[in-house]
């Protein structure tokens, strides 16, 4: 499976921006489908994400009521609205699927298999 992240950019604090991820090669049916991110000097974080079901939606407690990730399994692409950016925020944000990861493992990036090469997304103060 493949995964290609796009809608990174520069935003003033306060702005919005929406993420997508188009996966190919597999269905996301099975699959959980998260958005990790990682600031300079940090270790990758999760930001959100959905269960293998789809019946279970995680977000950090960081970004609750400020992002909303989504999917359209038509178009097999997962989605990621931020609104209220903080400088905080400020990092290069990964999509994710794995189609094997057990729950309590949905937070821990290295157990996912497979990676979008990342999107830069800036906010200024």
């Known amino acids: 499976v493949q995964l290609q992240a796009s809608g990174g950019g520069l935003v003033q604090a306060g702005g919005s921006l929406r993420l997508s991820c188009a996966v190919s090669g597999r269905t996301l049916r099975g699959y959980a489908t998260a958005w990790f991110r990682q600031a300079p000097g940090k270790e990758r974080e999760l930001v959100a994400g959905?269960?293998?079901?789809?019946?279970?939606?995680y977000y950090a407690d960081s970004v609750k009521g400020r992002f909303t990730i989504s999917r359209d399994n038509a178009k097999n692409t997962v989605y990621l609205q931020m609104n209220s950016l903080k400088s905080e925020d400020t990092a290069v944000y990964y999509c994710?699927?794995?189609?094997?990861?057990?729950?309590?493992?949905?937070?821990?990036?290295?157990?996912?298999?497979?990676w979008g090469q990342g999107t830069l997304v800036t906010v200024s103060s």
């Open positions: 994710a699927a794995d189609n094997s990861i057990i729950q309590s493992s949905y937070r821990d990036y290295k157990q996912y298999d497979h």
């Open positions: 959905y269960s293998r079901t789809g019946g279970y939606i």
